[in-house]
Nanobody, 113 residues
Framework: VQLVESGGGLVQPGGSLRVSCVASEIAFSGYFWVWYRQAPGKQREWVAG???????KYADSVKGRFTISRDNAKKTVYLQMSSLKSEDTAVYYCNTDQAVVAWGQGTQVTVSS
């Protein structure tokens, strides 16, 4: 099983970005998928999750600004990020809610003017 995150980059405060995660060799549709992030010097934290039925949950810090979605046919989970703040700067990873898959390399999101 492999997770490949992409779409990160440098964006100004207030800007938007969409990151993607493609999962291979896994029964993608049967899992609750989560986006996590890890900022320099901090522990990895839970950001947003999407259930098998499409229900969404968000950390308080991103509620109203981020939207998680999934495409089961493409085995892909997305994170649309808007109104970005400097504190959103981190490496973003996807995994299942139980983190049963080996972690991918992540995608770097940097929010800076």
């Amino acid at each position: 099983v492999q997770l490949v995150e992409s779409g990160g980059g440098l964006v100004q405060p207030g800007g938007s970005l969409r990151v993607s995660c493609v999962a291979s060799e896994i029964a993608f549709s049967g899992y609750f998928w989560v986006w996590y992030r890890q900022a320099p010097g901090k522990q990895r934290e839970w950001v947003a999750g999407i259930t098998t039925g499409g229900g969404r949950k968000y950390a308080d810090s991103v509620k109203g600004r981020f939207t998680i979605s999934r495409d089961n046919a493409k085995k892909t989970v997305y994170l649309q990020m808007s109104s970005l703040k400097s504190e959103d700067t981190a490496v973003y990873y996807c995994n299942t809610d139980q983190a049963v898959v080996a972690w991918g390399q992540g995608t770097q999101v940097t929010v800076s003017s």
